[in-house]
């Protein structure tokens, strides 16, 4: 049988998941819906909440998924604002932008003076 941490950690997967899942689905009704609703946005909420709401909330303690955690509860809450859809895709758009950006500054690292670290060696 498996041990607790071993399934901590596939509920913790699991669970960051079903939150990447909630995320991409709102982002892909933002950007690629031509006519934007405010009732569309809301029962689209309503579905992916129905998916998310199957997985138990896990704890997570990296700092990027935790910006990912309040990113999708920015989400769920604007579903019951009374701001314009508009104005709600520019705010959610922005937000995931920065966190895609946050995510890509620590996968590649740019070298500034990559001829200069060479000089010693000639």
């Known amino acids: 049988m498996a041990s607790k941490k071993a399934i901590d950690n596939a509920n913790r997967l ?8 909630f995320k991409k689905s709102i ?4 950007s690629n819906s031509e006519n934007l609703d ?3 946005y809301d029962k689209k909420i309503d579905n992916a909440l129905k998916l998310l709401n199957r997985v138990e909330e896990a704890p997570i303690y990296k700092g990027e998924l935790q910006d990912l955690q309040q990113l999708v509860k920015k989400m769920i809450m604007y579903k019951n604002s009374d701001e314009d859809i508009h104005d709600i895709k520019e705010e959610l758009l922005y937000n995931i932008n920065q966190l895609e950006k946050s995510k890509n500054a620590k996968r590649y690292k740019k070298d500034k003076h990559s001829q200069s ?3 010693e060696w000639e």
Not at 14 to 21: F, G, K, Q, T, V
Not at 27 to 30: A, E, F, I, P, V
């Open 27 to 30: 982002l892909s009704y933002l």
């Open 117 to 119: 670290k060479y000089e």
């Open 14 to 21: 699991r669970y960051i998941r079903a939150l990447e899942r």
């Open 38 to 40: 405010k009732e569309k």
